[in-house]
């Protein structure tokens, strides 16, 4: 499985992005796909993560309301949709994806077996 993270940017505070994550080498609709981010000097965090149907959806606290999750399994890709924009939202946003897992560890980044490679998001105040 490879995945590719692009869609990252200067962005003003208040303003939108669009991150895309291309996977490729098995059938996407069997994985679970996420998003993470690493801010300089701190953990990787939970964003938000979408079932294989793309029927169930979750978010971090800190994103609810502003960032939408979604998936297009005929393209075999998964986006985050980032409105309202923060500095604090600066960070390296990855996308992960896992086939099977326990849905309880879905925060957790050594759930995912498959990483991208990440794609850099500034925002500026």
């Known amino acids: 499985v490879q995945l590719q993270a692009s869609g990252g940017g200067l962005v003003q505070a208040g303003g939108s992005l669009r991150l895309s994550c291309a996977f490729s080498g098995r059938t996407f609709s069997t994985y679970v796909i996420a998003w993470f981010r690493q801010a300089p000097g701190k953990e990787r965090e939970f964003v938000a993560s979408i079932s294989w149907s793309g029927g169930s959806t979750y978010y971090a606290d800190s994103v609810k309301g502003r960032f939408t999750i979604s998936r297009d399994n005929a393209k075999n890709t998964g986006y985050l949709r980032m409105n309202s924009l923060k500095p604090e939202d600066t960070a390296v946003y990855y996308c992960?994806?896992?086939?099977?897992?326990?849905?309880?560890?879905?925060?957790?980044?050594?759930?995912?077996?498959?990483w991208g490679q990440g794609t850099l998001v500034t925002v500026s105040s």
């Open positions: 992960a994806a896992v086939s099977s897992y326990d849905p309880r560890t879905r925060a957790f980044p050594s759930t995912y077996n498959y």
